[in-house]
């Protein structure tokens, strides 16, 4: 069965910090992963996209990594910011088209001052 | 990216009304959509893929007479939720490709409340 699990479920850390967010998927064919965030009342907005033979992958103070062997992959948040409050959502693509999409139950960050 | 927006974005109606919900690709021709639902603190489920001029598709466990779908054009799909009850309650989420392959671009969700 397809299926993204990540962790924590929650965590909250202070303005400044880092913080690792992961993601463990068993997804077969695997096509792309993808992280995205999602504001409270918000549609998800991406982060990052990576696929099969991409390692690494940066978006300003975000960056994500896939090990396509252990099926896992991590969000690493530099220098937090209170507007980084939000709900991180990991989303596999699945199947040859990469047509269907399993989506994680995302992480929620709280980043306090 | 690509900007996709919905409109209402949030409707409160009573048990039993009808609820259209609009979604648009403002910058780009959207050849598929997808409607997604989301429960507070749940995963966004996918609900039904429409390519434009053609029938949705529905996942399983969606009723394809409840949730109507019509995706008129590259541009524009619409949900509209027929007599719609409590249950219907929920956050519903729309995303546009340029292509079966390409990257979803979602909306910013429409919250809808049945009284």
């Known amino acids: 069965k397809n299926q993204v699990e990540q962790s924590p479920q929650s965590l909250i850390i202070l303005e400044g910090k880092n913080c690792t967010l992961q993601c463990n998927y068993t997804v077969s064919p695997f096509s792309n992963l993808r992280w995205y965030k999602q504001d409270t009342g918000r549609g998800p907005v991406s982060l990052t996209i990576m696929t099969f033979s991409e390692n690494t992958k940066s978006n300003g103070r975000y960056t994500a990594t896939l090990d396509a062997d252990t099926k896992q992959s991590s969000l690493h948040i530099t220098a937090s910011q209170l507007s980084d409050s939000a709900s991180y959502i990991c989303?596999?693509?699945?199947?040859?088209?990469?047509?269907?999409?399993?989506f994680g139950k995302g992480t929620t960050l709280s980043v306090s001052s | 990216g690509a900007v996709v927006s919905q409109h209402p974005s949030w409707v409160i109606c009573k048990s039993g009304t009808s609820v259209k919900i609009e979604c648009r690709s403002l910058?780009?021709?959207?050849?598929?959509m997808f409607w997604y639902r989301q429960f507070p603190k749940q995963s966004l489920m996918l609900m039904a893929t429409s390519n434009e001029g053609s029938k949705a598709t529905y996942e399983q466990g969606v009723e394809k007479d409840k949730f109507l779908i019509n995706h008129a054009s590259l541009t524009l799909s619409t949900l509209t939720v027929t007599s719609a009850h409590p249950e219907d309650s929920s956050f519903y989420i729309c995303?546009?490709?340029?292509?079966?392959?390409?990257?979803?671009?979602f909306g910013p969700g429409t919250r809808l409340l049945v009284l």
């Open positions: 995303s546009a490709s340029g292509g079966i392959q390409e990257t979803q671009y």
């Open positions: 910058d780009f021709q959207a050849t598929t």
């Open positions: 989303v596999v693509s699945a199947g040859q088209a990469g047509t269907a999409l399993i």
